[in-house]
């Protein structure tokens, strides 16, 4: 049974955030952003992204539940560590 038994949405899915949820959700090898300077992105280069930063806000000693503030430009990075926030917790 999912975890998330008390939402039918997520029936039959193992993901415990909206972060896993969209990872689960989404083919790994479709594009997922260009960049106005021309880098691309497929989902699976951008979940890895997330991954990196948010071993990296756990390295620094960030738990689930705590508040992270950042200020940032707009760029994929900044949403990567916004997910990064996301898949930690």
């Known amino acids: 049974m999912?975890?998330?038994?008390n939402?039918?949405?997520a029936?039959?899915?193992?993901?415990s955030n909206l972060a896993e949820l969209f990872h689960e959700r989404t083919?790994?090898?479709?594009?997922?952003?260009?960049?106005?300077?021309?880098?691309t992105f497929t989902?699976?280069?951008?979940w890895s992204i997330a991954g990196r930063m948010a071993s990296t806000l756990t390295s620094a000693g960030a738990k689930p539940g705590d508040r992270?503030?950042?200020q940032v430009e707009k760029s994929i990075e900044?949403?990567?560590l916004?997910?990064?926030?996301?898949?930690?917790?």
Do not use: Q, Y
């Not at 029936?11 to 993901?15: F, H, S």
């Not at 083919?27 to 880098?39: E, H, I, L, V």
């Not at 916004?82 to 917790?89: H, M």
């Open 2 to 5: 999912s975890k998330n038994k």
């Open 7 to 9: 939402h039918a949405w």
């Open 11 to 15: 029936e039959g899915l193992d993901a």
């Open 27 to 39: 083919d790994p090898s479709s594009d997922f952003a260009t960049c106005d300077d021309g880098r």
């Open 43 to 46: 989902r699976a280069d951008f």
């Open 68 to 70: 992270i503030a950042i």
């Open 78 to 80: 900044a949403l990567a």
């Open 82 to 89: 916004f997910w990064a926030c996301v898949r930690g917790g």
